[in-house]
């Protein structure tokens, strides 16, 4: 009678029981009365968001950089290595193949664990992943019932996990689940997803991963920071010996295997992917920024929809213009220690140490700005912390090294580098196939390419040039090397333009020769004829945006211009005339593969392409006549040998800026390099040329190039147009100039009408 009645109160106990699971789990499915709060609908199972980095690729397919929050890269799963795949069953959900998102019989068994002492966990790989999916334990899916009860919030958490991760068994395979956890999991150190994981620990590709790296990767799963290989590694092998240990119980290998395993060192090499790695570092920060400009107007989030942006880079020319920059920028920066060994580089025009440089110079910077919000503008505050010393690494040539400096002493260090940009661009497109903004982007952030302006000096001649051929003068008429002078009514000055290297030699020289020469007084010469506002004219044709002085200094490179504007102005002439606009994005996908946007370079006829190859001649002169100021090139004499090399140097006032842009049919290179303060350079023209500070990058990199057998680059001479007649051979041309030049010239220039006339 008894055991009847018991038996009946079981059956009682267990009906009530199904019935109150029944109707939790239905409560909560439903969020009755809002009690629970919302869970994951089909639609959001059935298209699940994560967080996606996208990833910029050079145009020889080559991974470039990321933008992201989390950095997570998604794989197949038929890229996951093997090991990776045991080591994650054996540990976390050996049953995962055969239950349906819950394993009833871990749950079963926790009782029986915890009467042994011992902890037992029952979450399956599908409940984890709608953990980490779906973010299920987060405030958008909590209800009123919320707060009540700490207990009682984990049975409603615990209970969705299970209805979300039952909902996701039905919506995908087992392989699909397995693949979504681990391409979504955190294994911490900024590394989510296995892809980038296996990168950041073991610097590996996924499908590479051994037994061992594998263990350690799921074993820093249970709890990346307390188990983390970098900064607990003890207990990182400890937990990887539990997953070499789990591995073995269940047969993936033999415990002698395992025991061997177990011996292993961690193996580490580690590496967190950041913006400072890798190349094209100040190229992939501009792509940033113009990136966040087009996301925005479409309403994209740049670091997590996962897009495919195709770029114009190739790796190997970027390769080879790092390599550059780098061997020429270090050795000259040597020479500019020594240059200026026991004495400060900032000067006046007359040589002179500029008194107060320092002071002035760190109110621009980042850190006064703050101190000075701090501290309510109190001076005394602002100067303590300002030098105050503290300890850290700074940026040598050879390598980081630690110091003891103060802000000021830092900013003056940094000061003391001198700095560097550099452009390549195929011509005929547009594409952009190297870009080097500085000479260290941890150190330096300035990108000197597009984002600074310089006065080009003798590099903006052959836009004036351009329009002296254009406009019926001749490569081999004769001008004489004498002085010009312009007077300038407006401040009842006269303005007479010397040579770089001394006085006026009185020498009769062709266009081309004073050209190659750089001859100041024969650009002057030319711009009288043609005047300030005709180069103004062409040099926007050329692509030139920024304000251009139509004044007589023109003809030296007195306005502010760009490297990038240089090398596309340069590129029309290798381009049979037609302005092309630089371009450094093809297209652009979806994570999934699919076109959003492609790109196409703006272009425009610019010049008619007789005088665009006429100025390939003119720039040729550099490396062909006596006295060219592109002869050093031949140091380097893998650019010639049936190759038509062409270039113009650049030097301004105090040897502040040193220039070269360099064409071959191929491509055009524009080089700069200076100090980042215009005060900031050498003390004389033998150092501070274009052609000891600029010139040798080009050369180096195109020398490397050249030798690149994967590169393919071809040597050629200057694609000829079929049409052109024009006598080059200057023992043959009998033309004159169109008013010869003897001796001293006079050129008035009218008194401006208002400020905001040009001269």
């Not at 497109?429 to 006065?455: E, T």
């Not at 680059?713 to 024009?726: A, I, Q, V, W």
């Amino acid at each position: 009678m008894l055991f009847s009645k018991i038996i009946k109160y079981v059956w009682i106990v267990f009906i009530v029981s199904l019935a109150f699971i029944a109707l939790h789990v239905w409560a909560l499915s439903t969020n009755f009365l809002g009690l629970s709060g919302e869970m994951p609908s089909l639609e959001v199972l059935e298209n699940p968001k994560s967080e996606v980095a996208s990833i910029l690729y050079s145009a020889d397919g080559i991974e470039l950089g990321k933008y992201f929050r989390e950095n997570r890269t998604p794989v197949e799963f038929e890229q996951i290595s093997k090991n990776m795949l045991n080591a994650l069953v054996a540990t976390e959900d050996v049953r995962f193949e055969s239950h349906p998102g819950i394993d009833f019989k871990a749950i079963v068994s926790i009782p029986f664990y915890l009467m042994l002492g011992k902890k037992k966990g029952s979450s399956t790989i599908s409940q984890q992943l709608a953990k980490n999916l779906f973010d299920t334990r987060t405030s958008q899916y909590e209800g009123s019932l919320h707060g009540i009860s700490k207990k009682l919030d984990m049975l409603m958490i615990k209970t969705k996990e299970w209805i979300t991760a039952i909902r996701i068994e039905r919506a995908y395979t087992k392989k699909e689940i397995i693949t979504m956890y681990l391409n979504t999991v955190n294994f911490g150190s900024n590394a989510a997803g296995i892809k980038v994981a296996s990168q950041t620990f073991f610097n590996t590709t996924q499908d590479k991963l051994t037994i061992t790296q594998a263990a350690v990767l799921v074993g820093v799963l249970k709890a990346p920071s307390y188990y983390s290989p970098i900064y607990n590694p003890e207990r990182a092998i400890m937990r990887r010996n539990t997953v070499i240990d789990q591995m073995e119980k269940y047969n993936f290998f033999t415990k002698i295997e395992a025991e061997k395993y177990k011996k292993d060192s961690l193996n580490l090499n580690y590496s967190v992917e950041n913006h400072n790695q890798g190349i094209a570092t100040y190229f992939r920060t501009v792509a940033n920024n113009w990136l966040l400009n087009w996301c925005k107007a479409r309403k994209i989030d740049l670091y997590s929809s996962g897009l495919k942006i195709y770029t114009t880079i190739d790796s190997r020319l970027q390769t080879h213009a790092e390599n550059a920059v780098e061997k020429h920028m270090k050795y000259l920066q040597n020479q500019f220690d020594i240059h200026w060994k026991g004495r400060n580089p900032w000067v006046d025009q007359s040589m002179k140490e500029i008194i107060g440089f320092g002071e002035t110079a760190i109110k621009r910077t980042e850190v006064y700005v703050y101190l000075k919000n701090k501290y309510d503008g109190n001076l005394d505050s602002i100067n303590y912390y300002i030098n105050k010393k503290r300890k850290m690494k700074v940026f040598s040539w050879k390598g980081e090294r630690d110091t003891l400096f103060s802000s000021m002493d830092s900013m003056l260090y940094y000061k003391k580098f001198l700095q560097t940009g550099m452009i390549a661009v195929e011509p005929e497109s547009g594409f952009i196939k190297a870009w080097v903004g500085g000479v260290d982007h941890k150190y330096f952030k300035y990108d000197h390419v597009k984002q600074s302006k310089r006065q080009p000096g003798s590099t903006f001649k052959p836009i004036l040039y351009c329009a002296a051929m254009d406009n019926g003068f001749h490569p081999c008429q004769k001008v004489q090397d004498a002085p010009v002078s312009f007077y300038i009514e407006d401040t009842q000055t006269t303005w007479t333009p010397q040579n770089s290297d001394g006085p006026s030699t009185g020498e009769i020289l062709t266009l081309r020769q004073a050209m190659a020469r750089s001859i100041n007084t024969i650009a002057a010469y030319v711009m009288k004829i043609i005047g300030p506002e005709t180069v103004v004219d062409y040099a926007k044709k050329l692509g030139f945006s920024g304000p251009i002085d139509a004044v007589p200094a023109l003809c030296l490179g007195i306005s502010d211009v760009s490297i990038y504007e240089l090398a596309g102005a340069y590129s029309t002439f290798a381009n049979h005339g037609t302005y092309t606009e630089p371009i450094f994005i093809t297209r652009i996908e979806d994570k999934n593969g699919n076109l959003i946007q492609e790109f196409m370079p703006k272009s425009s006829e610019a010049l008619n392409e007789e005088t665009a190859y006429t100025m390939l001649h003119m720039l040729k002169g550099g490396t062909e006549e006596r006295g060219g100021t592109s002869l050093g090139l031949y140091r380097y004499p893998n650019l010639f040998g049936g190759n038509d090399v062409g270039g113009k140097t650049g030097t301004t006032q105090n040897y502040s800026d040193g220039w070269y842009v360099g064409v071959t049919q191929k491509l055009v290179t524009s080089v700069w390099v200076g100090g980042d303060d215009r005060s900031i350079h050498f003390r004389d023209f033998n150092f501070g040329q274009g052609a000891r500070m600029a010139m040798p990058i080009f050369g180096i990199f195109m020398e490397n190039a050249y030798l690149d057998k994967n590169l393919g680059l071809k040597k050629m001479p200057f694609n000829k147009p079929s049409s052109y007649n024009l006598e080059l051979n200057c023992g043959k041309y009998t033309g004159k100039m169109p008013t010869d030049s003897t001796g001293s010239q006079d050129i008035y220039v009218p008194k401006k009408e208002n400020k905001n006339d040009e001269i």
